[in-house]
């Protein structure tokens, strides 16, 4: 693996454990009233264009962790709507 794709690993891993707190915490109030509904879907339209993105261009850590981002901001998002 080189220094390139390694950093690209880096920086998508952290970027993507950015929404733990959140999931977590959605999941353990159950409270989603001070999410928006507007970023959170479009943040995940984004990440599915960069899940599209990183297929096409066969970029391992743009696919990768775009799909655990989406994974995490999915499930916000899925929180928003339930518990709306």
């Known amino acids: 693996m080189n220094l390139i ?7 998508g ?3 993507t454990i950015s929404f733990l ?5 959605t999941w353990k ?4 009233r001070d999410i928006s509904l507007g970023m959170f879907s479009t943040f995940c339209t984004g990440v599915v264009l960069w899940i599209v993105y ?3 261009v066969r970029d391992v850590p743009v696919l990768l962790t ?3 981002t989406f994974i995490l901001a999915g499930t ?3 929180f928003k709507l339930r518990y709306k």
């Open 29 to 32: 109030t159950r409270s989603t």
């Open 5 to 11: 794709t390694m950093i690209g690993l880096l920086a």
């Open 66 to 68: 775009n799909l655990a």
């Open 76 to 78: 916000v998002l899925w």
């Open 13 to 15: 891993t952290l970027t």
């Open 21 to 25: 707190p959140q999931v977590i915490k």
């Open 54 to 56: 990183g297929l096409f």
